[in-house]
Structures are given as structure tokens and as C-alpha cells.
């Protein structure tokens, strides 16, 4: 059983639509995280929450809003969307928000922006 | 960026073969994370080493942690084709131990 679900799995927008993509994890976990994995960069840092409050934001753009409704849900608001915004967003979550405890990785949302 | 240039890199080894990928990075590290990512899944975490260990097993798996050369190892001993994957490193950021930073990565391909 996965302990973390990530919906959909594949999402195709037009650019200017807006999307929501949700995270849910299972493993009563008290952090979680988004990263985004383009073609042309590695793994990108995003979001953290810790408790359901935000604790570092490393996107540039506002388009970007996550929404913590539950502490096992973090899902990721896009809005505006651009091309560029194409990628897989991964949600990840860790026991505590410190970089020295485990994280386990969903399967993914890969995005695609026409 | 937290990372140096050896990180990005693609492999390509015979089964059997044993094989070592290598990270480096800049800034003081308080925990370096092992990853794997099989194609369309998401990295999983293979082995965790923090900065007062310096060698980490994990059955085929070896990590090591220099700190004082600022580079991490990954081996595997005696690949297989189903270790074929991409292999990231990733840290915390050494000022910032509450955020972890990924590496490029390394595309290991076992051949049969």
C-alpha cells in the first residue's frame, strides 16, 4: 500500500488554468515537503510544513500555494500556469522537519502545461 | 549551489561488477541522504549517514561520510540489473538544517 498518495498521477493544463495537486500521507508523519523535478534541473526544493504551518517557502512565485487542511494533507495550488511549470511535483514527508530524519518521496504528479 | 560538479554523471557497468558514485558538496553538512529513483517513481531513501558516522551498510549498499574532505560515497558491491536507477546524494543545506538539498544525480545502468 503506498503511505504516500499523490493525485493525479498525470495532469495536463492550459496555460492560464489553474490546478490543485494533492498529497496525503500515511505514515503519521509530522512534516512534509514539495519538490518539483524538471528535465533540466535535479530535484528542487519548495515547500516545508511542519504541524500544518509553513516553515520555509523556496519558490519564487506566488502562483505556488500549498494548503494544509489535515496534518497528514499537503496539496499544492497552481495558478496562472506557464509552460515552464511542466514538471513531476513530488510531495515528500519526515517524521520531523529536520534535515537528519527520513524522508519518504510519492510517486509524483507529472504536470504538463500546453 | 550546495553541490559540486562530479555529481552529475551516467554509468554503465556490467553485472556483477562492483561500483562507487561519489558526491561532494560545499558547506558544512550535518546529514547526507541516499537516494534511488526508479524510473516514474519517486527517489526512495536507501541510506541515511549522518556527520558522525563515517561508513553505513545496508546489505550490497556502503555509504561513507568525509567530512573533512566534504564528500560522500555511495558502493554497491557486485551489481545487478535491478539496481539500475538514478542515485542522488542530497544534504541540508549547512546553514539551514531544516531543508534538504539534492544533488544532480547519477544514472547507474547495469547491464546484463
Known amino acids: 500500500d503506498p503511505k504516500i498518495i499523490q493525485k493525479p498521477k498525470y495532469l495536463v493544463a492550459v496555460t492560464g488554468s489553474e490546478k490543485i495537486l494533492i498529497c496525503e500521507q500515511y505514515?503519521?508523519?509530522?512534516?512534509m515537503y514539495w519538490y518539483r523535478q524538471s528535465a533540466k534541473k535535479p530535484l528542487e526544493f519548495m515547500f516545508s510544513?511542519?504541524?500544518?504551518?509553513?516553515?520555509d517557502n523556496q519558490t519564487a512565485s506566488s502562483r505556488f500555494q500549498p494548503q494544509s487542511s489535515k496534518k497528514n494533507h499537503l496539496d499544492l495550488q497552481i495558478t496562472a500556469l506557464k509552460p515552464d511549470d511542466s514538471a513531476t511535483y513530488f510531495c515528500?514527508?519526515?517524521?520531523?522537519?529536520?534535515?537528519?530524519?527520513?524522508?519518504?518521496f510519492g510517486s509524483g504528479t507529472r504536470l504538463l502545461v500546453i | 549551489s550546495q553541490w559540486g560538479e562530479e555529481n552529475l554523471q551516467a554509468l554503465s557497468i556490467q553485472e556483477g561488477e562492483d561500483v562507487t558514485m561519489n558526491c561532494s558538496y560545499k558547506?558544512?553538512?550535518?546529514?547526507v541522504h541516499w537516494y534511488r529513483q526508479d524510473s516514474g517513481r519517486g527517489p526512495a531513501l536507501i541510506i541515511l549517514?549522518?556527520?558522525?558516522?563515517r561508513e553505513k551498510r545496508s546489505g550490497r549498499l556502503r555509504a561513507t561520510l568525509d567530512t573533512s574532505s566534504q564528500s560522500s560515497s555511495l558502493s554497491i558491491t557486485a551489481a545487478q540489473c535491478e539496481d539500475t536507477a538514478v542515485y542522488f546524494c542530497?544534504?541540508?543545506?549547512?546553514?539551514?538544517?531544516?531543508?534538504?538539498?539534492f544533488g544532480k544525480g547519477t544514472h547507474l545502468h547495469v547491464l546484463p
Open positions: 542530497a544534504t541540508d543545506e549547512g546553514t539551514n538544517a531544516y531543508k534538504v538539498i
Open positions: 515528500a514527508s519526515s517524521q520531523e522537519w529536520v534535515a537528519n530524519s527520513d524522508y519518504t
Open positions: 558547506t558544512y553538512t550535518t546529514v
Open positions: 505514515l503519521g508523519h509530522n512534516a
Open positions: 510544513y511542519s504541524y500544518q504551518k509553513l516553515m
Open positions: 549517514i549522518r556527520s558522525n558516522e
